[in-house]
């Protein structure tokens, strides 16, 4: 074999391999997709939605509870977390100088790579603890914190790709710089945000375990923020690893329910992003 | 709505001149205010993660003082004795991930370089577009797929394979339980691979094209291009991708939890059941029954926390020097 043919044999088998490695990553979602639909889509039905679990013995029931809650954890840590990163992100593009825009956008990566379970021990040590039980407000702290660092910087990022000439438009009409950023910036810059903080809470929405010891679990209603409270991702996890079939049954669905509800939420914010960019 | 302020604007400065100017000064000042707030949303970040800081230091006090250094060095790890050593569980968070990159890099670099490299752009966009998908799943859907799925498979088929043509190795020896590092690792490969594909796409594709062209012209094949020119000078950008998902991977909770077999020994075996510090967390600290034994966790989640900064600080170093200047311009 001449060094020329053995170049080509090297080039043509590499390449195939850095395509079979492709082939295999993308795959890998079209299984998760395929096993939940297989084991979830059998045992879906109304139950789920509407009704509460059943005591442990009894097979039926539903995680009507663990929705709601995932809900109102959701919406609370909204209230905690967008409108720091929202605020943040429009002093990082708008009015930052250069040394602590840098420390602040610096922290906030360090911070958006710390482990859930960290911002779990947090918010125990913050809430839980001074408040002697579990509380759907602890749950949404650990959550709140973890969606401050994204909506920080997909704010920042929507703000920046605002040309300057808009800017420099609404300084010459003599407005003041504030009004210019409240009345023309955030307004242009507005989709990409609303849709930077959709992609931010669908990713803290699957987040297990910053709950497990904060808003611990529920297995009734639950009333106001102060009492434990179910959530989605935490019921899976306690159905997953329990002995009953039953209970492997619903946490396919409830697996089902939950990716569905995030990959609709991704895909459809990205095609939104991809169009108006 | 910009332009009826412009309007209102122009309608206070074309009042009597003294009140004219007084409003322009209010609203100018009004930039002072604005500013004012929104730093303090933007400090109050920084200060949340200070507290983080704050609060783990605090809330393990009493195991810091009592073991000291040999809370990392001791391996018994017995609540009922009071006697915590956290050696077991840095050596099982430590095993899984360097497996789960073992796994991952050769698996993620190949499909970047695809991506960028081969690939006509539009299939490519779309392809990543679904391996991004793959990053927004939540991790109790990974454990779940492990449990049921992943761990048969690996006990019926993948583990007796290894050890029967690699069995001589000390790391494939031991029965077989299903739950293991093993287990843990491939399900940690499979959740960080799309971090260094998406990653590392991004700093191949922010090479220059002329480096290319110049490889090809003095008659390099495809391959050659890629490995010996793209690939080094994007080098730095590429280990920061690496450097992101080990940081995901100490961190990975849920899916590592039901899968890894907690049991809190150390073992050269890959095929033995171990635990790591953030499933040790997570499945302790609602049981944990006195100060010191809840004050041992929150320690583990103080070594997790300044464990996963240092390394995602470096990550994103390396990536800021590599998208911003090329490795070659350092």
């Given at each position: ?50 009704q509460l679990p059943k005591p442990v013995g009894e097979t039926g029931g539903g995680m009507a ?47 958006n790579g710390v482990p859930s379970i960290v911002m779990g021990i947090f918010a125990f ?153 | ?330």
């Amino acid at each position: 074999m001449t060094r020329y043919t053995w170049r080509k044999a090297v080039n043509a088998v590499m390449l195939t391999s850095t395509g079979l490695c492709a082939l295999v990553a993308v795959s890998v979602l079209f299984f998760i997709l395929g096993y939940l639909l297989w084991y979830g889509w059998r045992s879906l039905s109304w139950s789920f939605f509407t009704q509460l679990p059943k005591p442990v013995g009894e097979t039926g029931g539903g995680m009507a509870n663990a929705i709601v809650g995932s809900g109102k954890l959701l919406g609370l840590a909204a209230v905690i977390g967008i409108p720091v990163g929202f605020m943040g992100g429009i002093y990082l593009a708008e009015f930052g100088g250069s040394t602590f825009p840098f420390l602040v956008r610096y922290t906030a990566d360090l911070l958006n790579g710390v482990p859930s379970i960290v911002m779990g021990i947090f918010a125990f040590t913050v809430v839980v603890l001074p408040m002697g039980h579990f509380s759907a407000l602890a749950g949404s702290l650990a959550l709140g914190v973890m969606l401050m660092p994204i909506v920080l910087r997909t704010t920042e990022d929507f703000l920046r790709a605002v040309p300057d000439s808009m800017r420099e438009g609404g300084l010459a009409l003599g407005a003041a710089k504030w009004r210019v950023v409240a009345t023309v910036v955030v307004p242009a810059a507005f989709r990409g945000i609303a849709t930077g903080m959709l992609l931010a809470m669908a990713r803290v929405a699957g987040e297990t375990a910053p709950l497990l010891f904060t808003s611990f679990g529920n297995r009734f209603w639950s009333r106001g923020l102060s009492e434990p409270t179910a959530s989605l991702p935490v019921m899976i996890y306690t159905y997953a690893i329990a002995p009953y079939d039953d209970w492997h049954r619903q946490a396919w669905v409830g697996g089902l329910v939950l990716l569905s509800l995030v990959l609709v939420i991704n895909v459809a914010s990205r095609k939104i992003l991809a169009r108006s960019q | 709505m910009s332009s009826s302020a412009v309007i209102a604007d122009s309608a206070a400065r074309s009042g009597p001149p003294g009140r004219g100017a007084a409003f322009l000064r209010r609203l100018r000042s009004g930039d002072q205010i604005a500013h004012v707030l929104v730093l303090v949303f933007a400090a109050s970040i920084f200060l949340v993660t200070v507290l983080l800081f704050f609060e783990l230091f605090k809330g393990s006090a009493l195991p810091r003082h009592k073991f000291g250094f040999l809370f990392f060095a001791t391996r018994v790890w017995d609540p009922v004795a009071e006697q915590f050593g956290a050696l077991p569980f840095i050596y099982g968070t430590l095993v899984t991930s360097v497996l789960a990159l073992v796994i991952a890099v050769p698996l993620g670099v190949g499909a970047a370089i695809f991506l960028s490299e081969l690939a006509p752009p539009r299939f490519s966009d779309n392809l990543t577009f679904v391996i991004e998908l793959l990053a927004a799943v939540p991790s109790v859907i990974y454990g779940l797929l492990g449990i049921f799925v992943l761990v048969p498979l690996l006990r019926a088929y993948v583990m007796p394979f290894l050890q029967k043509s690699l069995g001589f190795l000390p790391i494939f020896k031991g029965p077989i339980y299903g739950v293991s590092f093993f287990a843990a690792g491939v399900v940690l490969a499979i959740m960080v691979v799309p971090y260094i594909i998406s990653v590392s796409r991004e700093v191949l594709l922010a090479v220059p094209a002329d480096q290319r062209e110049a490889a090809l012209g003095l008659g390099a094949t495809r391959w050659e291009a890629t490995w010996q020119v793209v690939v080094p000078y994007a080098r730095i950008g590429i280990f920061g991708s690496i450097f992101l998902s080990l940081a995901r991977a100490l961190g990975e909770t849920m899916a590592v939890t039901m899968v890894i077999g907690n049991d809190p020994k150390i073992n050269a075996s890959l095929f033995a059941p171990g635990y790591s510090i953030a499933a040790v967390i997570a499945n302790e600290f609602t049981e944990a029954t006195g100060d010191l034994y809840v004050q041992a966790l929150i320690e583990l989640g103080l070594v997790l926390f300044l464990l996963t900064i240092v390394i995602n600080g470096l990550a994103r170093l390396l990536i800021l020097v590599t998208t911003q200047k090329g490795t070659a311009h350092e």
